[in-house]
């Protein structure tokens, strides 16, 4: 009987070794080496158009002049139209060969924008090869039950579910066709796990966690379903990053990147991870979370979440005081 446990706990124990060393070698080699190697997908062999939501800020717009810099067509997606129309100009001003359109649509909105954006997106020229489903917004209260169900719970799941499955089953079918794609779905490490809290640290909502939890399981699925037919589909989970989103923009740090320094990581995962925090420390830190959450009682690893949680309001407190006294 001992024997047996002896070769069990060993079996286990070299498996787990091997998952580990696998995550690091992965790590090592998205990080470092396939930048280093110049092992990048040719962004243009999926399609000469790439369609990006919520574009004219932040993550999405970085993905936009990240694009735009590898010499892609871009459709740039967002509620407001002189904002569009800004960034398209700033974009083209620097990357004149590509052609750029825009339209304004809310994602809040749900069923009525969609015969316009089917309007303008399925028959673009060649077909679009790419389709960053990057749009998402938080409810600013964290208590659920005084969500108010039509302005908030409603807009919330139009824009962060919604959105990225209709564009989906919108664009899908063109990709199928031409037997090639790549569909990045932006969700957040907070639709993972467990983050809510009620303490007297305002705590995040935990209807935008789960409509991020949304994200990552249909994008994995999703992965799954079109594997064959060539089409990469990738869930993308940052933790924070220095957008308007969380107040943060003007606060970037090495926990808290830039967007444009996320997109090139995200891009250098591309092919390689279907899941991924894509920028090195958030790699490191969804790694973690989720071996806590496998390995300790569901209480202390929510305690581990609430200190990170903490830790990002803190960082944001002290840059504000920094920025006063300047
Ligand atoms: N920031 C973070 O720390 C963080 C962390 C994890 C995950 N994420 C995810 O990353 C994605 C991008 O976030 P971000 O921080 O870049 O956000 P952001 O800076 O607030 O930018 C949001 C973009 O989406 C557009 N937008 C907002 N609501 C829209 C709507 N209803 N319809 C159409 N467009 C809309 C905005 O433009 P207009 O105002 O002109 O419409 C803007 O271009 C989101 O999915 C977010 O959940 C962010």
């Known amino acids: 009987m001992a024997f047996v446990v002896l070769v069990v706990g060993w079996i286990v124990l070299g498996l787990l070794g091997l998952k580990v060393l696998y995550s ?7 990080v470092k080496l396939s930048a280093a190697l110049g092992h990048s997908l040719d962004l243009r062999r999926y399609g ?48 004149r060969t590509i052609q750029i359109r825009t339209v304004a649509a809310d994602f809040t909105e749900g069923e009525s924008i969609y015969p316009l954006l089917k309007f303008e997106l399925v028959n673009l020229p060649s ?3 790419m389709l960053i489903n ?15 169900p039509e302005e908030e719970i ?13 564009l989906t089953n919108l664009l899908l079918p063109g990709m199928r066709n031409r037997q090639r794609g790549i569909i990045i779905n932006v969700g957040s490490i907070w639709g993972t796990g467990t983050w809510c809290s009620t303490d007297q640290f305002e705590p995040c909502s935990i209807i935008y966690g789960a409509t991020k939890a949304f994200v990552d399981k249909f994008s994995h699925d999703l992965a799954v379903e079109c594997r064959q037919d060539g089409i990469i589909v990738q869930s993308v ?8 989103m969380h107040g943060l923009q003007d606060m970037s740090s090495m926990f808290v990147p830039k967007p444009e320094t996320f997109v090139d990581a995200n891009f250098l995962t591309l ?4 899941r991924t925090a894509a920028y090195w420390l958030h790699k490191i830190l969804l790694y973690w979370r989720e071996v806590l959450h496998f ?25 504000e005081k920094m920025n006063t006294v300047k």
């Open 271 to 274: 092919g390689i991870e279907s």
């Open 48 to 95: 000469p158009w790439a369609v990006v939501t919520g574009a004219t800020d932040g993550l999405g717009e970085a993905y936009a002049w990240k694009l735009a810099s590898l010499g892609m067509n871009i459709v740039l997606i967002s509620r407001s139209h002189s904002k569009l129309q800004e960034v398209a100009y700033d974009i083209k001003r620097e990357h």
């Open 237 to 244: 989970m940052p933790t924070v990053l220095a957008t308007k």
């Open 127 to 129: 077909g679009v090869g």
């Open 24 to 30: 690091f070698c992965n790590f090592i080699y998205c």
């Open 134 to 148: 990057n749009v998402g917004m938080d409810v600013t209260t964290s208590q659920f039950d005084v969500l108010s």
């Open 295 to 319: 390995t300790l009682p569901g209480s202390i690893a929510q305690w581990f979440s609430r200190k990170i949680y903490v830790g990002i309001k803190v960082q944001k407190l002290w840059t």
């Open 154 to 166: 409603q807009k919330i799941i139009n824009c962060n579910i919604m959105a990225m499955a209709r």
